[in-house]
């Protein structure tokens, strides 16, 4: 026995050091825009978890606005905060959510979830309610706050048709009658369409928006696992964004092999479907990038089978090369393992010129990367419908020097004035971005 | 030589219960081969399961063979011990192989170790037998310091 414990340990430490070698890590930069540098994919023995423990702001503490910007507490105390939503009257929606408790299908779900939750404030669970925020002074922080829907399942998604308000729960589109001004929902409201939820329901946020014409709903809907682990079956009519006929019900996929399509939204000039989309994990440090790309119809973009276009997934089997073939290169790189859960357009006169035509996006920053990636919002600026330059930092400050979470911005909204709303899942605070002076 | 009248209870149990892990570690192997076959994943699942349960029970057995070594002085054959060490090493390996999401958490590398662990597993208890002296029924517990 004693031979038998050498043994253990001289086969422990290749073991260690293998878990010790990734520090060194290229600079995910040359990975934002629209041509990317792609390592070779790695196989890991053990795969890197950084999570960022949290340590939430204190004593008004506020994450850092940009140039030109300034940033105010819009509410804070609220309990894990995903996404927001305004509404034409001035009123915000706050959808205080998290997912279905996952299964436990293999040993890793186990792991996994240990390390997770230790990237997550203890506390109240989130509620899964929809609050209304009022800013009636319009100081920019809101001074009524109503709950508005209660006890969904994992509402994500919403968006306002006419007088119908829709939201997207992880596991159907739910339409409600609604009246500008009112503080509660009264309406029971009906099943829309059901959409692919549990029993796995790995990636369970539903992003929602409706079309400019108001006769569509595009909802993203993830894939249900990583990279096919719970086999294809399970991958039915997701990793896609789903098209909703807002009279009918009835659906099709506008597009497929987007792994996990978090925001989805019309970009304002050309009308085109734009959409943040999270990749794949356990390639390496600097694989997959997640990407910021407009959806063209019938567009297929490579999950499960590549990435980036044509670059194989050596974990999925069986292979299909005319899928590979089909698949579309994304516009726009974002960085790997930036985790871009949010996504708006920026339109209106209160925020400075330089962040007016293009993009913000709201990253929740890396969990199976070693530095951190992500934890800030970006504008990315547009010309001509298109990404036209480098990103410019909206909020940052979401980490503390010593690798804390303060914050992790989440969902995107613009307030009809133009200012940005990002709610902060982690700081349970949605934050308002507007001009400095 | 006095005759040892020593219970039954103090023959070294480790080499008796590690046949529990060793049928985990042979299955996984079966497993393994029907994913490398048909790339359905239930398979793979069966995979990983059956090597950490295979590794738990390994685990609460070494310390029942640490306590009886060094606590009554009966140990498994020097073939057993190495044998073992090397089937739980690579099985450890092979776990985290086996972690892996898709097709690479079997073919090659956990298919491989699979395998590998097999022969080790058979090799040790061929090695076993062949060492172990022909003996009488009736003088089976004198063999007490073996298994």
């Known amino acids: 026995m004693r031979r038998a414990s050498l043994f253990l340990l001289c086969a422990g430490l290749p073991l260690l050091a293998l878990a010790g070698c990734h520090s060194k890590v290229a600079s995910p930069d040359d990975q934002v825009g629209p041509n990317v540098t792609l390592p070779d994919p790695q196989a890991y023995l053990l795969p890197p978890m950084k999570i960022a423990p949290v340590k939430p702001w204190q004593n008004g503490e506020m994450p850092i606005a940009g140039a030109g910007l300034k940033v105010q507490p819009f509410a804070t105390g609220l309990i894990h905060p995903r996404s927001v939503f305004a509404l034409p009257n001035g009123d915000v929606l706050v959808a205080e959510t998290d997912g279905p408790k996952p299964p436990l299908n293999r040993p890793k779900d186990f792991i996994m979830g240990l390390i997770q939750a230790s990237g997550k404030k203890s506390g109240p669970k989130a509620p899964n309610d929809i609050i209304l925020l009022r800013d009636t002074q319009h100081t920019g922080v809101a001074d009524q706050r109503f709950t508005f829907l209660t006890h969904r399942h994992s509402p994500f998604g919403m968006a306002l048709i006419g007088d119908n308000l829709y939201v997207a729960d992880t596991d159907a589109v739910i339409r409600y009658h609604y009246t500008p001004g009112q503080t509660v929902m009264t309406d029971p409201g009906e099943k829309l369409t059901d959409l692919p939820g549990g029993p796995i ?168 990367r070693d530095p951190f990636n992500g934890y800030k919002v970006i504008y990315v600026p547009f010309a001509n419908g298109r990404p036209s330059g480098k990103p410019v930092d909206v909020l940052t400050g979401f980490l503390t020097a010593d690798g804390h979470a303060r914050g992790r911005p989440v969902g995107l909204a613009t307030g009809l004035d133009g200012a940005l709303l990002v709610a902060d899942d982690v700081g349970n605070s949605v934050w308002r971005v507007s001009a400095a002076q | 030589m006095p005759l040892d009248l020593a219970p039954r209870t103090y023959r070294p149990y480790f080499a008796a219960l590690m046949t529990f892990p060793a049928a985990c570690f042979v299955m996984t192997a079966v497993t393994d081969l029907i994913y490398a076959r048909s790339a359905n994943m239930t398979w ?32 498994p054959s020097m073939i057993t011990r190495v044998g073992y060490a090397i089937v739980l090493v690579l099985s450890v390996f092979n776990a985290f192989v086996h972690s892996r999401d898709g097709y690479t958490s079997v073919v090659p590398g956990g298919l491989m170790l699979s395998i590998v662990v097999v022969l080790v597993l058979a090799l040790t208890w061929v090695m076993n037998l062949k060492r172990a002296p022909r003996r009488s029924h009736s003088a089976s517990f004198l063999m007490s310091g073996e298994s």
């Open chain 2, 44 to 75: 793979e699942t069966f995979s990983i399961w059956l090597l950490t349960i295979g590794l738990i029970a390994a685990a609460v057995f070494v310390v029942i063979g640490l306590v009886q070594a060094f606590g009554q002085q009966r140990w």
């Open chain 1, 201 to 368: 329901d790995h990636h369970w946020t539903k992003s929602m928006v409706a079309s400019p014409d108001g006769t569509k709903l595009y909802v993203g809907v993830g894939s249900n696992s990583n990279i096919t682990e719970n086999g294809m079956p399970a991958e039915f009519e997701r990793a896609a964004i789903w098209e909703i006929d807002v009279a009918t019900g009835a659906h099709r996929l506008y597009a497929t092999g987007t792994r996990n399509p978090v925001g989805v939204t019309f970009e304002p000039v050309t009308h085109k479907l734009w959409a943040v989309v999270n990749e794949r994990d356990e390639l390496g440090p600097n694989l997959v990038p997640d990407y910021l790309t407009s959806i063209a119809d019938h567009g297929f973009y490579g999950w499960p089978y590549s990435y980036w276009g044509q670059h194989l997934d050596p974990r999925v089997k069986p292979q299909s090369p005319e899928m590979v073939a089909k698949a579309i290169v994304p516009d726009y790189g974002l960085g790997s393992h930036v985790a871009p859960l949010g996504i708006a357009f920026s339109t209106g006169n209160a925020i400075p010129a330089q962040y007016r035509g293009g993009a913000f996006v709201g990253e929740h920053g890396s969990w199976d």
